[in-house]
Structures are given as structure tokens and as C-alpha cells.
């Protein structure tokens, strides 16, 4: 079995233990400061490389956007969502027949404690 050392986070400068699956590549921990740092710093990254550069720029994104769009009207728009009852099934109230104690002369047991 392998020991997974652990490394230093690139972001908070803490020791941490990477995933198993993923020691040789992690750099950041998993805290959501961490996380962020990791996220920013890939899509900077990602942004530098020169065929990425004008990627999301030019008549070519603005058209395919704008059929997009055409295609999903309201999409971006949050949905009104219908109330609906919950699913319930009615009560069926049952009727119980009490049994009484018509004996009168025998004491109720918690009274026999409070005598005592």
C-alpha cells in the first residue's frame, strides 16, 4: 500500500492530506478559500495560452450566443413554480369504544401510591 505524504497548500501555506486519487496533481486543500484560490488560478491559467485568448470574443460567439438564446427564451429567468397541495391521504378517524370502570369500590392503583 502506498503512504500518501502530505503536502503543503499553495493558498493557506497548510499541511494537508490529497486525495488518494489525486496526490501526485493536488496542490490546493479542500477548504472553499482554497478551493476559490485553485479555481482563479487554473482559469488564469487556461487564459494565457495564446489559442485561448480571443475565445469567447468575435461575430462567431456573438451568433452562436444569440442562437442560444432563440432556442432557450427564458432560460436564464427564474421559474414561478405552482403551489401544489401535498400528497396526503385523508384521516379515517376510527372510533374506539372506551371500556369504563363501572366498579367504583376498587381503587385506582396511582391513588394507592399516593396514600402511601
Not at 96 to 108: A, Q, R, V, W, Y
Amino acid at each position: 500500500m502506498v503512504r500518501i505524504n502530505r503536502k503543503k497548500c499553495r493558498h493557506c501555506n497548510r499541511l494537508f492530506i490529497p486525495d488518494a486519487r489525486n496526490a501526485k496533481r493536488q496542490k490546493y486543500c479542500s477548504k472553499p478559500a482554497c478551493r476559490k484560490a485553485s479555481k482563479a488560478n487554473s482559469q488564469r491559467r487556461w487564459l494565457q495560452k495564446s489559442e485561448n485568448q480571443d475565445y469567447f470574443c468575435g461575430p462567431n460567439q456573438v451568433k452562436r450566443v444569440q442562437n442560444w438564446r432563440k432556442a432557450n427564451p427564458g432560460y436564464w429567468r427564474r421559474k414561478v413554480q405552482k403551489r401544489q397541495n401535498a400528497l396526503q391521504d385523508p384521516l379515517i378517524v376510527k372510533v374506539s369504544k372506551i371500556k369504563t370502570n363501572k366498579d367504583h369500590s376498587t381503587p385506582c392503583a396511582l391513588q394507592d401510591l399516593l396514600i402511601t
